[in-house]
Antibody
Framework: EVQLLESGGGLVQPGGSLRLSCEAS????????MSWVRQAPGKGLEWVSG???????YNADSVKGRFTISRDKSKNTLYLQMDSLGVEDTAVYYC?????????????WGQGTLVTVSS | QSALTQPASVSGSPGQSITISCTGT?????????VSWYQQHPGKAPKLMIY???KRPSGVSNRFSGSKSGNTASLTISGLQAEDEADYYC???????????FGGGTKLTVL
């Protein structure tokens, strides 16, 4: 059974940093593209960052230069390093698995972790 | 890049059919058969309902179907049931440095 378990969310001040983790199980983690998708309170889904099956990384324009996605294949864990956080980054962050090696659609999602940026 | 365009809300009575549209451009929806749809109940994670325009994952009811014409994709739900009331999001592959775009979401109300 595929499981994705996010952690690392919390309250952070504007300008601060946070690292999210997503522990994956039930599939060959290194073989699939993975992404972070966020949802601001009362708003829609926004794709944030992704890593392909060949470990090429991609970022949305809104987070480029501030967020870094990575994965540790030995720990089956996906990370999102978030720096220079602003209030607009407040959201639930979901870890999502792609069905294949490219970032095209997402067949499994974690339960989400809330990031609140506020002073 | 702009989000895909969906109606903010749709509604229908139990047993009826509804269709949610998702309009993109020739660079995303129109270029690839990689449109997907997600259902999200309040406080829950999204769930994949349709992928590659019209394919259903195992376990998803055949009351859900997808199609595409030009730059517009559609999700149809037939035989509406109370549990279908949720938010629905479309998503399309772009093939560029922002590989996917989501629609703004559509709130389905079952009357």
């Amino acid at each position: 059974e595929v499981q994705l378990l996010e952690s690392g969310g919390g309250l952070v001040q504007p300008g601060g940093s946070l690292r999210l983790s997503c522990e994956a199980s039930g599939f060959t983690f290194s073989s699939y593209a993975m992404s972070w998708v966020r949802q601001a309170p009362g708003k829609g889904l926004e794709w944030v960052s992704g890593i392909s099956g060949s470990d090429t990384t991609y970022n949305a324009d809104s987070v480029k230069g501030r967020f870094t996605i990575s994965r540790d294949k030995s720990k089956n864990t996906l990370y999102l390093q978030m720096d220079s956080l602003g209030v607009e980054d407040t959201a639930v962050y979901y870890c999502a698995k792609s069905k294949g090696v490219i970032i095209a659609y997402f067949d499994y999602w974690g339960q989400g972790t809330l990031v609140t940026v506020s002073s | 890049q702009s989000a895909l365009t969906q109606p903010a809300s749709v509604s229908g009575s139990p047993g009826q059919s509804i269709t949610i549209s998702c309009t993109g451009t020739s660079s995303d929806v129109g270029s690839y058969n990689l449109v997907s749809w997600y259902q999200q109940h309040p406080g829950k994670a999204p769930k994949l309902m349709i992928y590659e325009v019209s394919k259903r994952p195992s376990g998803v009811s055949n009351r859900f179907s997808g199609s595409k014409s030009g730059n517009t994709a559609s999700l149809t739900i037939s035989g509406l049931q109370a549990e279908d009331e949720a938010d629905y999001y479309c998503c399309a592959y772009t093939g560029n440095s922002t590989p996917v775009l989501f629609g703004g979401g559509t709130k389905l109300t079952v009357l």
